[in-house]
C-alpha cells in the first residue's frame, strides 16, 4: 500500500552546485550523496519530514539521467512514494492497465526496491515507487 510521498528527485546538471544551493540558500540539511549504481546515477538527499528532496546526477555522465539532462535540462524529475509492500502494489497496478519501466524492482537509493511507472500511465508525470530496506529485509 502506498504511505507517503517518499522524495521529489529533481535533475541536476551540476550536483555540487545543487547541493552547495541547498544548503547555503535553502538552509536544508545534507544527507550526503550515494551512487545507484542500477540507475547510473549519483544521488544527493534533504531531508524535509516526512518527506525528503533528492537531486539526481548522471554517473560518469552515461544514463537516463544524462540523456534527461541532454534533451530537458535540470528540473524536476520524478515523484517518489513510499510503499510496504511494493510487489503487491506492482502487481495492483498492472492489473488496472499501469506501464512500467522494467520488469521489477531494482535496487535504489538507500538499500530500498524501487520501481518506475511509466509517464505514460500517469499524464506524463515519471512515478517511482520505493519500497525501504527496513521494510522489505
Not at 25 to 49: I, Q, R, Y
Amino acid at each position: 500500500m502506498i504511505t507517503g510521498l517518499d522524495h521529489i528527485a529533481i535533475a541536476v546538471p551540476d550536483l555540487e552546485k545543487a547541493i552547495a544551493r541547498f544548503m547555503s540558500d535553502f538552509g536544508l540539511t545534507f544527507e550526503g550523496t550515494e551512487e545507484v549504481l542500477a540507475a547510473k546515477t549519483t544521488t544527493a538527499f534533504f531531508p524535509l519530514p516526512p518527506t525528503s528532496i533528492e537531486l539526481v546526477h548522471p554517473l560518469d555522465g552515461d544514463g537516463p539521467i544524462a540523456s534527461y539532462l541532454e534533451k530537458r535540462g535540470g528540473g524536476i524529475h520524478h515523484l517518489c512514494f513510499r510503499t510496504d509492500d511494493i510487489d503487491s502494489d506492482v502487481a495492483r497496478l498492472k492489473t488496472k492497465g499501469y506501464q512500467f519501466i522494467g520488469d521489477e524492482p531494482t535496487p535504489g537509493a538507500h538499500g530500498a526496491r524501487v520501481i518506475f511507472i511509466h509517464p505514460k500511465s500517469c499524464d506524463g508525470v515519471l512515478i517511482e515507487l520505493s519500497q525501504p530496506a527496513s521494510t522489505h529485509e
